[in-house]
T-cell receptor, first 114, second 110 residues
């Protein structure tokens, strides 16, 4: 049973470009969460999605950031017009049908904005 | 929102020593997990423990939900135990999302 898969593992973007981060949850999991970890800090919640629905986006910056979890395919975290402050590790997690069960994390995508 | 405090923030041990890491939280929770983030940044699930006690090899954890804390015990530490240990909780009022503590950075010296 494959774990949570994130790609790419590393992403370099110039200021002003777009970044797309992908997350495939564990098989059978229908809840997806995105977290951001700035250097030397803990993980901060960004958004919680189920298939085709955003359940909680209280941690998402109001501008330039969006997330989706379509009926088919991986969840996507999209950052438009990236700035240096977006440089961070972005982690995706998934959990099963009951959202209060154990969550498993992917290996993260390390975004560097130059 | 719920507050999560981990202590100590940093811990340096000699190989073979034991340690206790603490996680305090400010509200009732229905989900608590401990993670180890290794030096390569990977998050590894250690325990899913909203209440009670669990053991896995040299590691064990106890959560006393009524008193709003959890403890992670590491016995006979090894250099490979080095890294950051995070506690993450889900409040009863925050469906789905987890709140992480700032972590305890453990360094085990040979």
């Amino acid at each position: 049973n494959a774990g949570v898969m994130q790609n790419p593992r590393h992403l370099v973007r110039r200021r002003g470009q777009e970044a797309r981060l992908r997350c495939s949850p564990m098989k059978g999991h229908s809840h997806v969460y995105w977290y951001r970890q700035l250097p030397e800090e803990g993980l901060k919640f960004m958004v919680y999605l189920q298939k085709e629905n955003i359940i909680d986006e209280s941690g998402m910056p109001k501008e330039r950031f969006s997330a989706e979890f379509p009926k088919e395919g991986p969840s996507i975290l999209r950052i438009q017009q990236v700035v240096r402050g977006d440089s961070a590790a972005y982690f995706c997690a998934s959990s099963g049908r009951n959202m209060n069960t154990e969550a498993f994390f992917g290996q993260g995508t390390r975004l560097t904005v130059v | 929102g719920i507050q999560v405090e981990q202590s100590p923030p940093d811990l340096i041990l000699q190989e073979g020593a034991n340690s206790t890491l603490r996680c305090n939280f400010s509200d009732s929770v229905n989900n608590l997990q401990w993670f180890h983030q290794n030096p390569w940044g990977q998050l590894i699930n250690l325990f899913y423990i909203p209440s009670g006690t669990k053991q896995n090899g040299r590691l064990s954890a106890t959560t006393v939900a009524t008193e709003r804390y959890s403890l992670l015990y590491i016995s006979s530490s090894q250099t490979t135990d080095s890294g950051v240990y995070f506690c993450a909780v889900r409040a009863n009022t925050n469906a789905g999302k987890s709140t992480f503590g700032d972590g305890t950075t453990l360094t085990v010296k040979p």
